[in-house]
């Protein structure tokens, strides 16, 4: 299945502090987002990276893609106690339909 | 606000019931999907609309039937669910088509209880 896993499923961190998510999946892919959800929200959409991209940045993330490993991380710098959520990678392949993992699930203490 | 509505956002009924949730876009988007959400789980893509048209059907069981009457307008129709049906469902729209244009934009969802 092209179904990411996020590792670890729950990280907790003070505030201020780096925070780093990882995504492994197991079939080659176009794409890979990563999206947040807030406590019984729907999702928002963080960052695309495509499969010939490497990183991207977005503010305060940063999305690494390595295809070889087909693994990805979603790096927050600077963390704040609003970053508290669950983040989601979702993986698209042909059809381009994402598909997304269980997620991990970030506390940041003030 | 990320211009995908759902109603209701609580829903609380029986196991005899029929009921309806409710999706509406404002985003021009021509893609629209239903997820379930449950606690543990990943995210379960349930169906999709693509043009009007149904493109995925994840093995959902007959109980939960789809209907979409326009690219703006999701509905998901209800009947004789079962309490493990509980869950957050999700709807989502976006651009059909490759690139960069599938980001998909989420409803706030619908907490459904089935007692």
């Known amino acids: 299945s092209q179904q990411g896993e996020e590792d670890p499923q729950a990280l907790s961190i003070q505030e201020g502090e780096n925070a780093t998510m990882n995504c492994s999946y197991k079939t080659s892919i176009n794409n890979l987002q990563w999206y947040r959800q807030n406590s019984g929200r729907g999702l928002v959409h963080l960052i695309l990276?495509?499969?010939?991209?490497r990183e991207k940045h977005s503010g305060r993330l940063r999305v690494t893609l390595d295809t070889s490993k087909k693994s990805s991380s979603l790096l927050i710098t600077a963390s704040r106690a609003a970053d508290t959520a669950s983040y989601f990678c979702a993986t698209a392949g042909g059809s381009y339909i994402p598909t997304f993992g269980r997620g991990t699930s970030l506390i940041v203490h003030p | 606000e990320t211009g995908v509505t759902q109603t209701p956002r609580h829903l609380v009924m029986g196991m005899t019931n029929k009921k309806s949730l409710k999706c509406e876009q404002h985003l021009g988007h021509n893609a629209m999907y239903w997820y379930k959400q449950s606690a543990k789980k990943p995210l379960e893509l349930m169906f999709v609309?693509?043009?009007?048209?149904?493109?995925e059907n994840n093995s959902v069981p007959s109980r939960f039937s789809p209907e979409c009457p326009n690219s703006s307008h999701l509905f998901l129709h209800l009947h004789t669910l079962q309490p493990e049906d509980s869950a957050l469902y999700l709807c989502a729209s976006s651009r059909s088509g490759g690139g960069s244009y599938n980001e998909q934009f989420f409803g706030p969802g619908t907490r459904l209880t089935v007692l």
């Open positions: 990276i495509r499969s010939n991209e």
């Open positions: 609309y693509s043009l009007e048209e149904r493109v």
